[in-house]
């Protein structure tokens, strides 16, 4: 098996704001397997937040080339645990790998990759559309640059509630607010019973990571439900959130990729809590596997490829909220040359 790296620096169509920073390039690290014919691709965007740059993935990805080079037809699940040993330090990098290793295993199996898994699509849930933060004239008008059924609002202002009261007037869609662990446990309870009336959906992530006695006391009082995000980064971390939040969102590249987004999905599951999947600008490289996770879904954001400029891949395409496949096998992914 060959690993083939390339780096990209994807244009968004607009400055992208959270509570915490703003960009106008992502730099992206695309994962290229190759094996008896066949092409499996993989991503990881780079993040401040994390001390993730694209050149760490890289470096870390090539010592380990000697590794991948030996693998000959190990299942998914086989594959992660022995590239887990080697990139415990780096989920950013194994999360790449990992999603470029179950694309191409499911093309050698001749499947789309959630056929692999035995998924019915029958009632995937529709993605939201992210509106950064900007200016209340710049939110709205970004939001009818794009009509849409769902929306995920930015949120960690001094007029949070001013801007999701200047939305409305304008949309009857679904909204979700992310704070990005920008507000406090006497704010989120506040602002919870003002957005709740503006038909808001859910809070994502309002306090600090760390702060799980804030958390504890959302989850008991807030009169929304609060979905972890920055506190739920690895498999482990999902029983720490039960009792602390309503759900959790699952991003493939703080876990390490697919295979453990999978159990950490099912694990939520069985502790009655609901289940998302969110992205982090990736490309349609990055979003086409997210969207093989939707059978097991209450909830995705997967519109980082709307947000860019250009981009860089063909597979599934997003209309309305809905997701369609692409007709090819594993995630259905083509580089455009």
């Known amino acids: 098996?060959?690993?083939?790296?390339?780096?990209?620096?994807?244009?968004l169509k607009h400055p992208f704001t959270i509570s915490r920073e703003s960009?106008?390039?992502?730099?992206?690290?695309?994962?290229?397997?190759?094996?008896?014919?066949?092409?499996?691709?993989?991503?990881?965007?780079?993040?401040?937040?994390?001390?993730?740059?694209v050149d760490s993935m890289m470096a870390n990805l090539e010592k380990i080339i000697p590794f991948i080079e030996s693998?000959?037809?190990e299942t998914p699940e086989v594959f992660w645990q022995k590239a887990n040993q080697?990139?415990?330090?780096?989920?950013?990098?194994?999360?790449?790998?990992?999603?470029?290793?179950?694309?191409?295993?499911?093309?050698?199996?001749?499947?789309?990759?959630?056929?692999?898994?035995?998924?019915?699509?029958d009632k995937n849930p529709m993605t939201d559309y992210t509106i950064g933060i900007d200016s209340i004239e710049k939110m709205v008008s970004k939001m009818k640059e794009l009509p849409w059924p769902i929306y995920?609002?930015?949120?960690?202002?001094?007029?949070?509630?001013?801007?999701?009261?200047?939305?409305?007037?304008?949309?009857?869609?679904?909204?979700?607010?992310?704070?990005?662990?920008?507000?406090?446990?006497?704010?989120?309870?506040?602002?919870?019973?003002?957005?709740?009336?503006?038909?808001?959906?859910?809070?994502?992530?309002?306090?600090?990571?760390?702060n799980w006695e804030g958390h504890k006391v959302l989850f008991r009082n807030s009169v929304l439900p609060v979905i972890a995000d920055e506190s739920c980064i690895i498999e482990e971390d999902v029983a720490k959130c039960y009792n602390h939040f309503h759900g959790v969102n699952v991003k493939l590249?703080?876990?390490?990729?697919?295979?453990?987004?999978r159990r950490m999905i099912s694990q939520a599951r069985?502790?009655?809590?609901?289940?998302?999947?969110?992205?982090?600008?990736?490309?349609?490289?990055?979003?086409?596997?997210?969207?093989?996770?939707l059978p097991e879904l209450d909830f995705v954001d997967m519109d980082g490829g709307l947000l860019l400029a250009e981009d860089i891949a063909t597979g599934i395409t997003l209309h309305d909220g809905k997701i369609q496949y692409s007709e090819l096998n594993g995630t259905g992914v083509t580089l455009i040359s």
């Not at 994962?31 to 001390?51: D, H, M």
């Not at 694309?103 to 898994?117: I, M, P, R, T, V």
């Not at 009857?172 to 006497?186: K, L, P, Q, S, Y």
């Not at 003002?194 to 038909?199: I, T």
């Open 253 to 261: 590249v703080k876990c390490g990729g697919l295979t453990p987004a």
């Open 1 to 11: 098996m060959k690993l083939i790296l390339r780096t990209f620096n994807l244009k």
């Open 152 to 210: 995920k609002i930015k949120l960690g202002t001094q007029e949070d509630i001013a801007i999701v009261t200047e939305l409305r007037k304008h949309t009857d869609a679904i909204f979700r607010i992310d704070a990005n662990c920008g507000w406090t446990v006497e704010e989120t309870l506040n602002n919870a019973v003002e957005l709740k009336k503006l038909g808001v959906e859910f809070l994502e992530q309002p306090l600090k990571a760390d």
């Open 71 to 73: 693998v000959t037809d």
């Open 23 to 53: 960009h106008t390039i992502q730099p992206s690290l695309i994962v290229e397997l190759q094996s008896g014919g066949y092409s499996g691709f993989g991503e990881a965007t780079s993040n401040p937040y994390y001390k993730i740059t």
């Open 270 to 293: 069985k502790l009655g809590m609901k289940t998302m999947v969110g992205c982090m600008t990736e490309s349609t490289v990055g979003i086409s596997a997210i969207a093989h996770l």
């Open 86 to 121: 080697l990139l415990q330090h780096d989920m950013f990098a194994l999360c790449a790998l990992d999603i470029a290793y179950n694309d191409l295993y499911a093309q050698q199996q001749g499947k789309k990759l959630y056929e692999l898994w035995g998924y019915s699509t």
